[in-house]
């Protein structure tokens, strides 16, 4: 019979781990605490890092001008073209919302009257007076909206407070992490200059904001690509169906700013713009739902493997992994900055993975011992 095994714990040890689980469990409620904060910088590092390309370049150009110049235009050139994107989507949304709103009376009345194909149906099942209880059903949905609107409007001052004071906070640290973030990581590596490990740091820090940055570049390129064939086409469309060409430049815009949303932005784009559409000419919408099926079997094919072929090369299993864990933990923005994320993390494990039992890189992966074989001769 076994004897049971006694474990004696001194009553120093007990404390010490009783001051570990509580000294991480107060880091984690910091951490929860400061989550807002820790999210706005590095939103701010992201863009500032995304940036960083155009201002070398502008700095090739003008060498002579300095740094800071450079920064301050390319700074401005970013910044002023996100509040152009907003000035000229924003109010060509909301138009074509009232708009629709305003023709809802009529297009009822054009497409479910009586003796319209979808009257008669209505009636074949068994439904009469199709278009009354429609037409009810949707004063009591608007009657709902309107009764809760003042309480929405009320909920979402705070909301939207705290998304601009977000944005601000980001587009200044990101001007001060450009201007003064270069000195701040020289003088801090060269307190570690003579280490071997800090040198290799150093580099895995450059690898991964050239990742970052790539990243950023290619992503970019496709979705400019997206929306000037999304402006043409609705360009197309509004001579065949008479609609404003107008829209062309924003319903552009909009697909290139959902196309920046990786695996399924553009197709929600796309879906998006053809609804807006639709709210004006059905045949129009359909046509775009058409255009933007066979565009993205372009893109997907042609256009992305062409323009990423250099970038993250990462499985796609892992690319949808990691916008799937974005999305749900950081919403939109998370799906964005996720796969950036992914190659970073790839960085890591390339760099200092060398031992590990899953890496299959012949380059990186210690070489196997030659094995002794002994022969045994009979005579």
Known sequence: MTKPLNIEIGYKTFI??????????????LLFKAATALLIIGAALFLAVAISPLVNKISNLIP????????????????????????????????????FASNLPQL????????????????????????????????????????NLSNFLAASIGTIANLVTAVILILVLSLFMLTEGPGILNRFWRHFRTSPEAKRASKVAERMADVVAKY????????????????????????VFGLAPGLALPFGLVTGIFSLIPMFGSLIGGCLVALLLAFNSVPA?????????????????FISPKIQSKGLKLPALVVLSAVTIGVYMFGLVGAIVAIPIAGCIKVLFEEYGDNL???????????????????IAEK
Not at 17 to 29: D, E, N, P, R, S
Not at 362 to 369: C, F, I, L, Q, V
């Open 16 to 29: 010490r781990f009783c001051l570990v689980v509580v000294g991480f469990g107060l880091v984690g409620m």
């Open 64 to 99: 002579s001008k300095g740094r800071t110049l450079s920064i301050t235009l390319a700074y401005v050139l970013v910044v002023g073209f996100l509040a152009g994107v907003v000035a000229i989507v924003g109010p060509t949304i909301i138009n074509e919302s009232v708009k």
């Open 108 to 147: 009822i009345s054009d497409n479910i009257g009586e003796g319209t194909p979808i009257d008669n149906f209505a009636k074949s099942v068994g439904i009469e007076d199709t278009q009354a209880q429609i037409v009810s059903t949707l004063s009591a949905f608007t009657g709902g909206i309107v009764d």
């Open 216 to 239: 950023v570049t290619n992503a970019i390129s496709v979705s400019l690509i997206n929306a000037c064939c999304t402006a043409i086409a609705v360009f197309l469309l509004s001579v």
């Open 285 to 301: 919408g359909i046509s775009f739902l058409i255009y933007t099926i066979i565009y993205l079997q372009v893109e997907s094919n």
């Open 357 to 375: 039992p899953f890496n299959d890189d012949p380059k990186t992966s210690p070489k196997p011992e030659p094995k002794v074989q002994k022969i």
